[in-house]
């Protein structure tokens, strides 16, 4: 079964700070996407990475993707609390979804 | 802008019983998905359909679950005899198409509907 993994399950950071979250896939797979939830909200798509070595940003948040590590990162640079949400990376046609990570930005 | 709308947005029900989730997808998207989150945890894929057949289905969808296009617009899931366990939240998605070159597979979500088992 594959197995997709994302750490920290939780973060909290202050207001300004820089920090990653990072999703390990156990297969190989040709795209992963990234999600936003808000609590009680549905999802937002944030990113789909197609190839090795692609990153992609929008505003605070970058996505990479090393298909050979089978890693994707999500960079948040200096946080602001709009980004406070819950974090899904997932691959294989988003059939396979992260354990989420759950980031609260403290003023 | 489009969007993808669902269908009561919370359903309470005896075990056993059956329900029945409403979506209905943006109105040109072509590709049509139901996911489930267990409260708290991640999102878990059940079945893709498209052509008016099943794409592709996890191993959650058994016997149980069952899904449908009745008419140009509706998409519905039914589970026939609800466990305890199938409370969570379903979402629905929609997409264009399946290539992610060209962003069609971007998925859209609904609102969700939150199914609680008696």
């Known amino acids: 079964e594959l197995k997709v993994e994302q750490n920290p399950l939780f973060l909290s950071m202050q207001e300004g700070k820089n920090y990653t979250i990072y999703c390990n896939y156990s297969t190989t797979s040709d795209r992963l996407y990234w999600y936003r939830q808000d609590p009680g909200k549905s999802l937002e798509s944030l990113f789909v990475?197609?190839?090795?070595?692609a990153v992609k940003q929008e505003g605070r948040l970058m996505a990479s993707l090393d298909t050979k590590a089978r890693l994707s990162t999500l960079h948040i640079t200096a946080a602001v609390h709009d980004l406070s949400a819950t974090y899904f990376c997932a691959v294989d046609n988003q059939f396979y979804f992260g354990t989420g990570t759950s980031l609260t930005v403290i003023p | 802008e489009p969007e993808v709308t669902q269908t009561p947005s919370h359903q309470v029900t005896q075990m056993g019983q059956e329900v029945i989730l409403r979506c209905v997808p943006i109105?040109?998207?072509?590709?049509f998905y139901w996911y489930r989150q267990i409260l708290g945890q991640k999102v878990e894929f059940l079945v893709s359909f498209y052509n008016n057949e099943i794409s592709e289905k996890s191993e959650i969808f058994d016997d149980q679950f069952s899904v449908e296009r009745p008419d140009g617009s509706n998409f519905t899931l039914k589970i026939r005899s609800t466990k305890l366990e199938d409370s969570a939240m379903y979402f629905c998605?929609?997409?264009?198409?399946?290539?992610?070159?060209?962003?069609?597979?971007?998925?859209?979500f609904g609102p969700g509907t939150r199914l609680t088992v008696l």
């Open positions: 998605a929609s997409t264009l198409g399946r290539e992610a070159a060209t962003g069609t597979d971007t998925q859209y």
């Open positions: 990475l197609l190839s090795n070595g």
């Open positions: 109105s040109n998207h072509l590709y």
